[in-house]
């Protein structure tokens, strides 16, 4: 008889990129991956048991921490006492603007590409022209900066863009280039924004996706590699409840751990004692990240570092320091330790 495959929470609908990093980990053919519609889903289905593993963005190279996992992580109302990451994926992420040809027929942009045509333009003392739109030369930005690639379609009836809020940040070069007053909407996800443009009867709208999401949807790749950063890559967290993490540590793999922390913020140098406890035991801090909580301008701190905590007894760095953050804390929540990611 065969055993019941393992349900995997992630980020849908399928072609986004939280389901392409999911089937990197749990293949279908072994586990029964389910598209949620959000991140607090994945996080519920976990804590709730509908789910034996979630996975969830949680920061991008060129644009930062995922703040909707951040938040949820934060757990102001205890919601999801239960969960801690176990093990983390990185994506290479190539956006691509996923719509329809113009009726017009113009496969190439009928204007010159960025890079020539705004050194014309600045020899002339006007702002650079693109396809739809402007790069404006500013005294901040007197010379803006260009885009990695142009589109490979017109892209001059595009009246609205679809994609996931933390995309635009990654793609802001192209967008002030060739979209510059174009509507944007925030969706739940990638591969949903294509959904909905494949639902669009006009053809006037857009979605910064993937390719596979192009394939999945019937839509035409109007511009591919959209992304400001060449090496743009996204990191994952896997979540599963506390009781499901085993404990099999390797002395010869390294790990990486996650705490979160908040402080009395009427005591002058609170944070600075805090961090100082990891760096007095010599553990590298790896990223920290912070998020308001509770009262206004209070917050709670994220600190991921090098190593993990023993379960099996007293003694090691870890244990070292979060012993001493017991005693300058406000309060403090372990959230995980996993295996370094090694590509």
Known sequence: MESKKQVVAFLGPKASYTHQATTNIFPEASYKLIPQTSIKEIFATVQHCSSGFGVVPFENSSNGPVVFTLDLFADVHGQYPDILVSDEIYLPVH????????????????LQSPTTHSIASRALGESAVSTSGSVTPTQSAPRPAEPRVKPSHDLSHIKKLYSHPQTWGQCKIFLSTYLK??????????SKAAELVAQ????????????IAAEMNGLSVLAEGMEDFEGNSTRFFILRRKEDVLDE????????????????????GALARCLGVF????????????????????YIFFVEFEGRIRKDGEGGAVNEALGELTKVAKEWRWLGSWKAWKG
């Open 95 to 110: 956006h691509c603007l996923l719509g329809r040809l113009s009726k017009t027929g113009s496969k190439e942009p009928p």
């Open 181 to 190: 007053n174009v509507e944007q909407q925030d969706v739940s996800s990638t």
């Open 200 to 211: 669009d009867e006009t053809g006037t709208s857009a979605a910064i996706s993937s390719k």
């Open 249 to 268: 540590a390797d002395e010869a793999e390294a790990y990486k751990s996650l705490v979160s922390f908040t402080v009395d913020h009427t005591q002058p």
């Open 279 to 298: 760096g007095q035991v010599g553990l590298n801090l790896t990223s920290i990240n912070s998020r308001p909580v509770g009262s206004p301008w209070h």
